[in-house]
């Protein structure tokens, strides 16, 4: 039989727990909006942050961490990106839609600022109006989709890795275009009735419109098209 000294088993012991623990992810957590609640006013109240973010989001965050508690030792190896991937393609909803609601919400938190809206500048600007040819093309686009979501969805900005195309797309329910391979979603507005009912109610084209003209981060939106550029292999291009 094998006998360890006292320090050296408390260091053998030391590492086995630390590494037993890196195998374990900690639970996801309802990450901090990053403004203040009433930051968005007059455009989105703190009642309507409060209800959505405190409430939905939260929601969705503690029944996804329930559900990949009981999910097996490869979800909880898994980042929240993996996830939503994973879930699509097991055809599991309840995960999905939760895990991919979490992400959602997440995203679309950073898609807004104090003093955001109006036209982006820069590398963005070219990239829509490459692809749109014109910015008040693409705003058409992006409103019609998000007015066109029947019932509650989400409308998307994504990049196409293969092409390096920018698209407008929408998503009903939870969905979420990284479940089609080689989409980057660089942009987001919620058009799910919690995101706007307390400050609009059924008027949805007013959200559309207001996102876009005073509430969108392109400094957010711009960040993510050049990252997305980048891991395609088109950085040259920045």
């Known amino acids: 039989m094998l006998f360890l000294k006292s320090s050296t088993a ?8 630390a590494v ?5 992810k900690a639970e996801f957590k309802l990450p901090n909006l990053p403004y203040a ?14 209800v959505h973010h405190g409430n939905h989001h939260a929601k969705y965050i503690a029944t996804l961490n329930h559900l990949v508690k009981g999910g097996g030792r490869d979800l ?8 939503v991937v994973e879930a699509h393609k097991r055809e599991d909803t309840g995960l999905f839609n939760n895990a991919a609601q979490s992400w ?20 963005l600007l070219e990239k829509i109006q490459e692809h749109f ?15 066109t979501a029947f019932g509650s969805g989400w409308a998307w900005l ?18 979420n275009p990284m479940t089609t391979p ?3 979603p660089i942009l987001c507005m919620d058009v799910w009735e919690h995101a706007y009912y307390l400050d609009y109610q059924n008027k949805r084209p007013e959200y559309a419109d207001t996102f876009l003209e005073k509430l969108v981060n392109w400094d957010f939106v711009a960040d993510n098209l050049k990252e997305a550029m980048e891991s395609s292999g088109r950085g040259e291009e920045l």
């Open 10 to 17: 408390t260091q053998l012991w030391i590492v086995l727990v």
């Open 37 to 50: 609640h009433k930051d968005l006013e007059p455009y989105i109240s703190s009642s309507t942050l409060n």
């Open 20 to 24: 037993a623990a890196a195998t374990v």
């Open 158 to 175: 994504v990049y196409h890795k293969a092409g390096g195309a920018l698209q407008v797309t929408k998503t009903i329910g939870a969905g």
């Open 133 to 147: 040819g014109s910015y008040a093309q693409f705003a058409t686009e992006f409103k019609n989709a998000g007015n």
């Open 182 to 184: 080689g989409l980057v």
């Open 104 to 123: 959602n919400h997440g995203f679309y938190w950073k898609c807004m600022k104090p003093g955001g809206g109006g036209e982006p500048t820069g590398l």
């Open 76 to 83: 909880k190896k898994m980042s929240l990106d993996e996830i």
